[in-house]
Nanobody, 122 residues
Framework: QVQLVESGGGLVQPGGSLRLSCAAS????????IGWFRQAPGKEREEVSC????????YYARSARGRFLISRDNTKNAVVLLINNLKPEDTGIYYC???????????????WGQGTQVTVSS
């Protein structure tokens, strides 16, 4: 099983950008699909975006379309989530996880890491 570690979160003003990284160890990501999820305070965890590495197939949740960009960083064996024009409602803990399907959504195995905190505030 691939081991994933999230990083890149922080405190950002509205309108700013963040680049979150999901770094893999133990294996390459060539045969994996990786999803990004987030959990806002007091809310359930929700899907954001996911990437099937083998063919670069990408899925974005409706809330993520237009401002979020998921991609693979080959140099670091990672999947990156770029978030532009950050809004206060983007605040939450962002998790990455292996997913077993990216068609119509990001369907994850129930295995989660520590996540990385994103706080959008002026």
């Amino acid at each position: 099983q691939v081991q994933l570690v999230e990083s890149g979160g922080g405190l950002v003003q509205p309108g700013g950008s963040l680049r979150l990284s999901c770094a893999a160890s133990g294996t390459t990501l060539d045969h994996y699909a990786i999803g990004w999820f987030r959990q806002a305070p007091g809310k359930e965890r929700e899907e954001v975006s996911c990437l099937r590495v083998a063919d670069d197939y990408k899925y974005y949740a409706r809330s993520a379309r237009g401002r979020f960009l998921i991609s693979r960083d080959n140099t670091k064996n990672a999947v990156v989530l770029l978030i532009n024009n950050l809004k206060p409602e983007d605040t939450g803990i962002y998790y990455c996880a292996p997913v077993y399907s990216v068609v119509g959504g990001c369907f994850a195995y129930d295995s989660w890491g520590q996540g990385t905190q994103v706080t959008v505030s002026s």
